[in-house]
């Protein structure tokens, strides 16, 4: 059987540096529409410089220099002349450690979409429903609409801001280690609620857990010291590693 | 400070001082408070106390820590040696009194002043006061590690006591003699005899136009200028020079700014209010830089990032997600920073008189109230010796009426911060 695979956003020959030290080292790899690509490998080999390259969330950062073409919707993004906000709307990212803004719960997702030029307040209403249903937090909180974001639990925080990353209906949803500051019970509803959403959206996720990433995704990347070692499908990867630097990692020899 | 202070009164623990026995140790502790109370007290309101209360006082701690250290000898010899060696000094001191002279001649080291034993005397109170507690408590907690934490704990909430008590005798001092010389005509009238009679209307008015022009100029200036500082200036060292140039500006005495509006601008405006106004600003300008960068700083940048991950834009991000968190502190160093700047002489006093025309125009000359109090202080002595006494009424009224602006103006600011606190 084939399955007839389309490439969400295609990276081609990626270096970065931050200053004088090169963090990713001549990456090319795909991201398959409508899958989970997982990127693993040992802490500081650049995976998470390598998720925010495909947001351009890198330029925020002081000398950082970016090489390289980064293809989404047949456009390179990687260039100056490239539309930034727009790139960020179709391409949504949820960090490590939750940051809810400050504001009430609907005031945080009806953020995005107020900024982007909707006003109504039914349809952010709408929005908000939406949004919250899609990432299982609407029963938890729909009758607390007001109340301060803040006052959530970890768990449900993280699920406030994949909500929210959801709220300009993106194309991709980026997670750098969305699960690491989480117990056990919120991982898994998160790691369940991934599986969903891959359904209508592209998911690329970095993660140091291996195990986690051998349960949620379709494709796993793996990274060692800036350079992508090995990519394909998790299956082959976790259970027939070409590279021997793969199987090291993930027969744990060093992790 | 209700919780520490609770843990540091341990109450089961001092209901086991009411013995007999041990009892002189919980004496010690408060006669040593007391010693540090009378001392700052007087050294404050310079009180003179006859030379037969010193030595009383210092006698009775000398008995006081001599019992502590005879019945702490078995607990650890080496500490109750000390507080005997202790008590033996204060016993020294305590005929000391009656042989150091009244008045100390300072001009064979070269000095023209003359050092009052007094003085002498109620620092020595204020200084065995403090270290006689400190050993105080370490004897009641048996020299344990818990008697030092508890001596640590008494140094600090010393300090803390140490910087009320003379604010609360300056207020005191200020609102009883200040008090009965605040009637309605004294709000409302015009001044006339340099001070000696009618009112401080034209200051009280000089001081609300210095104010609404520091409002405008200095609020959106120095907030900017934070916001600026903080989000939109790289790495640069000549970002770097600035800061630092506005830390340094903090430092730099108030007349060197008086000395600045009347080179840059005075010429422009003349001694006026607008000059006046703008030099005051330029006061308060590092303040509300700083404490506006500070703010900001304290920001997490995970809000930043979250916000730009979605799409917004660099003003749209600080607008909606930075500022508002933000804003309680940097209210609170607006409103620190104009009470600094009404309350200053230096840097208006050149141009200042004592009446201004009403409605004020603000190409005249300035009256404000720090200005109009020096004024009048300079020319106290002038005139009858009811004028005199007028005088000096109005003197410390005035400075009543100026302490209760200031006061409103923080009473404002506190209000708005936990208005904004709240929200969050």
Redesign the interface.
Known sequence: MSEKMQTRMNIENLSLWYDKKQALIDVSMPVYDKKVTAIIGPSGCGKSTLLRCLNRMNDIINKCRVDGKIIFDGKDVNTKNADVVELRKKVGMVFQKPNPFPKTIWENIAYAPKIHGIKNKKKLDGIVEKCLKDAFLWEEVHDRLDLSAMGLSGGQQQRLCIARALSIEPEVILMDEPCSALDPIATAKIEDLIRILVKEYTVVIVTHNMQQAARVSDYTAYMYLGKLIEFGKTKQIFENPKEELTENYITGRFG | MGVTFHSFIDWDHLRSFLTLKRFPLLFTFILSCLYAMIGFTCLATIAVLDQIVYFMLFLLGFISFFSTGILTCTINKKKSIRILVFAGILLLISFLTFVIPISINLSDIGFSASLSNQLILQVFLIAFGISGGILAISAMYNFSPIGSEKGAYLLIILCMLAVIYPLVIILFQVIVNGAPGITWEFLTEDVRDIGAEGGIFPAIVGTMVLMIIIIFVAIPLGVGAGIYLEEYA??HIFVRMIKTSVSILRGVPSIVFGLFGLAFFAPIFGLSFLTGGLALSCYALPMIIRTSSESLKGI?N????????????KW?TIR??IL??ALPGIITGIVLGIGEAIGETAVIMFFATLSIRMPPNLFDSIASLPTHLYTLFVFRSYGTPEEVAQRTQNIWSTALVLLIIVLALNVIGLIIREKYRKE?
């Open positions: 790289g790495e997490p995970g809000l930043r990032e979250g916000s730009y991950a979605l799409g917004a834009s749209q909606r997600v508002p968190p969050f």
